[in-house]
């Protein structure tokens, strides 16, 4: 079983549990998780001090669910109290610098685009991966930032290997793919620290990402958001000067609620959304040819419609495309003129142009700075 279909089966495992105030498990903005990485599964509840004795019993409740999961490696399942003042101290990604307190400024960044789902597993990470090489197809300059600090996959998606290097100014250099400016979280720190991170944590994590990585001149930045809509998501929703968002869901009635959820966040504060997404629209059967709408059809363009918010397609979901993600190959690089590439192309174009087209200023630069 991979960790995909690992981390589904973990999410089944823990439905029925709740916090002791009644929160489902999977429905708690303190929980993160569950992760899945080479097999191991990991959960964090956050907690006051003052809670640890009342919420003993779910820990070992929820860790002994997800121990017998079957094809599972292990399962852990940490309690972590929020200190006072915790937050304040990014992690040292290990370029020696002091920590950076505020969002950095992007001076050579022309638009940076958010690629978020309300739910994870939909494949945001596959959509951002195809619509930065979409982008590139364009002649623009890409690069992609995987801020899924609990569960990075774009060192799966692009065949990462290595950890980024150092230049003399002490910046960090994005590793290349594709034709691609790639930098994931995945690289620099190890997972299990990085579970207990909660939102302004991994605010400030992103933050070094954006300031310590020399990303030089883009056009577009894609940000590969961390799945759903809990504080961290709206830290960097707030944090960073986007020019818009893109919201992935699939045709579930569920995915579609979240991503209704992850649209109005991203309104909240204020980032247009740019266009919405319906990944695993429908099936394409690899032997009879034959196309399966397995969870009805159009429930995301419905959506887009009745939310006002641009609609730029449809994804099929087919054994190539998962082939291709997972091997490392991306599916624009790998087939560019076939269907799914032109398909990731034509919506790359569309989302140019809305950028293009939008009163957004040239030299992006993030909130909170004075440049
Ligand atoms: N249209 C598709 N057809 C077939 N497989 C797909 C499709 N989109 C994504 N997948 C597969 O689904 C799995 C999850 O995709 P992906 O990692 O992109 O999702 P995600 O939403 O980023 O997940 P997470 O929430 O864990 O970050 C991967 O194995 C990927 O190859």
Redo the contacts with the bound molecule.
């Keep these: 079983m991979?960790?995909?279909d690992l981390?589904a089966t973990a999410r089944k495992a823990l439905v029925g549990l709740a916090l002791p105030d009644g929160t489902p498990l999977l429905e708690a903005g303190t929980v993160s998780g569950p992760?899945?990485s080479g097999g191991r599964i990991s959960l964090a509840i956050s907690i006051t001090a003052e809670d640890a004795a009342s919420y003993a019993d779910i820990r070992s409740r929820a860790e002994t669910a997800l121990r017998m999961v079957p094809g599972g490696d292990g399962a852990i399942v940490v309690l972590t109290a929020e200190k006072q003042g915790a937050a304040a101290a990014p992690p040292d990604l290990g370029t020696g610098k002091a920590p950076v307190a505020k969002p950095p400024v992007l001076s050579g960044v022309r638009h940076v685009v958010a690629v978020a789902?309300g739910?994870?597993?939909?494949?945001?990470?596959?959509?951002?991966?195809n619509l930065a090489l979409g982008l590139r197809s364009l002649g623009l300059k890409v690069g992609i930032l995987d801020a899924?600090i609990h569960?990075?996959?774009l060192p799966?998606?692009l065949a990462l290997h290595g950890r980024p290097r150092l230049g003399k100014d002490r910046r960090l250099r994005p590793m290349q793919a594709f034709g691609l400016q790639a930098m994931s979280m995945g690289l620099m720190v190890d997972q299990e620290t990085a579970m207990v991170w909660r939102g302004p944590m991994v605010m400030s994590a992103i933050t070094q990402m954006l300031s310590d990585v020399d990303w030089g001149n883009l056009d577009v930045l894609i940000i590969?958001m961390?799945?759903?809509t809990g504080d961290a998501q709206l830290a960097i929703a707030q944090g960073t000067d986007l020019a818009g968002a893109v919201i992935?869901s699939t045709p579930q009635d569920l995915a579609l609620i979240d991503a209704r959820r992850g649209i109005a966040m991203f309104r909240k504060v204020d980032v247009p959304i740019l266009g919405v997404i319906e990944?695993?629209?429908h099936f394409i059967c690899p032997d009879c040819g034959g196309r399966h709408t397995l969870f009805g059809e159009g429930g995301a363009q419905a959506e887009a419609r009745r939310l006002g918010a641009p609609y730029l397609g449809a994804?099929?979901?087919?054994?190539?495309?998962?082939?291709?993600?997972?091997s490392g190959q991306p599916i624009v690089a790998l087939d560019p003129d076939g269907a799914?590439g032109q398909l990731y192309s034509g919506m790359a174009r569309t989302l140019w142009s809305t950028l293009e087209a939008a009163p957004h200023t040239d030299q992006k630069t993030l909130k909170g700075v004075n440049p």
């Design positions: 991979d960790d995909a981390l992760v899945v789902s739910k994870g597993g939909v494949g945001k990470s596959t959509t951002s991966v899924d569960g990075p996959s799966t998606l590969d961390p799945p759903g992935v990944n695993m629209a994804v099929p979901l087919t054994m190539e495309l998962r082939r291709a993600s997972d799914l």
